[in-house]
T-cell receptor, first 120, second 112 residues
Framework: GAVVSQHPSWVICKSGTSVKIECRSL??????MFWYRQFPKQSLMLMAT?????????EQGVEKDKFLINHASLTLSTLTVTSAHPEDSSFYIC????????????????FGPGTRLTVL | GDSVTQMEGPVTLSEEAFLTINCTYT??????LFWYVQYPGEGLQLLLK?????DKGSNKGFEATYRKETTSFHLEKGSVQVSDSAVYFC???????????FGTGTRLTIIP
């Protein structure tokens, strides 16, 4: 149980185009999903928190017009990298928090396998 | 702000060796501490966690103790197996804040 998928697993695009990455919770409902970015040999950096039915909350320094996040249902969040440039090349990872688990101060996040984006 | 400093890798050990991966943290509040593992081609999985000082998290033979006095959460295993080869991430989450702050990850390779 608690499986999160991402699609595509890797994508190559030309500079100036937009790319959409999907994150799905397959067997649970997720009111909250998180989007991370990981550079080689560096830690995961939180980009934004996505809540179902409301606007995403972006971390400081993340351009909301560049990285569009939509969380239209309890099982799907999308990240669109608009007008992608080579510096946007990275590994993008999503996680989802199960709305039905957890008491106290932390509810476990379940992670997708990541999407490798290469912008030429 | 919050930060996690993790032992740099890669780490290569022989099967049945003792493993320690160091992790120290800086946080303003009273964080929960975690170790995540990422096997090749898979997403991060929660390995173990501890939510308060002196708590010991354990799973699959791995252990880590929440040491408030040294702000540490070192990961240990007494006898590693080839199947333990993966990338290990230390992370924290401040009380009331569901955001995770990660260390840089340590790649562990176990050779038969």
């Amino acid at each position: 149980g608690a499986v999160v998928s991402q699609h595509p697993s890797w994508v190559i695009c030309k500079s100036g185009t937009s790319v959409k990455i999907e994150c799905r919770s397959l067997d649970f409902q997720a009111t909250t999903m998180f989007w991370y970015r990981q550079f080689p040999k560096q830690s995961l950096m939180l980009m934004a928190t996505s809540n179902e039915g409301s606007k995403a909350t972006y971390e400081q320094g993340v351009e909301k017009d560049k990285f569009l996040i939509n969380h239209a249902s309890l099982t799907l969040s999308t990240l669109t990298v608009t007008s992608a440039h080579p510096e946007d090349s990275s590994f993008y990872i999503c996680s989802a928090r199960d709305r039905n688990t957890g008491t106290g101060k932390y509810n476990e996040q379940f992670f997708g396998p990541g999407t490798r984006l290469t912008v030429l | 702000g919050d930060s996690v400093t993790q032992m740099e890798g890669p780490v290569t050990l022989s099967e049945e060796a003792f493993l320690t991966i160091n992790c120290t943290y800086t946080a303003t509040g009273y964080p929960s501490l975690f170790w995540y593992v990422q096997y090749p081609g898979e997403g991060l999985q929660l390995l173990l966690k501890a939510t308060k000082a002196d708590d010991k998290g354990s799973n699959k033979g791995f252990e880590a103790t929440y040491r408030k006095e040294t702000t540490s959460f070192h990961l240990e295993k007494g006898s590693v197996q080839v199947s333990d080869s993966a990338v290990y991430f230390c992370a924290l989450s401040d009380f009331g804040n569901e955001k995770l702050t990660f260390g840089t990850g340590t790649r562990l390779t176990i050779i038969p």
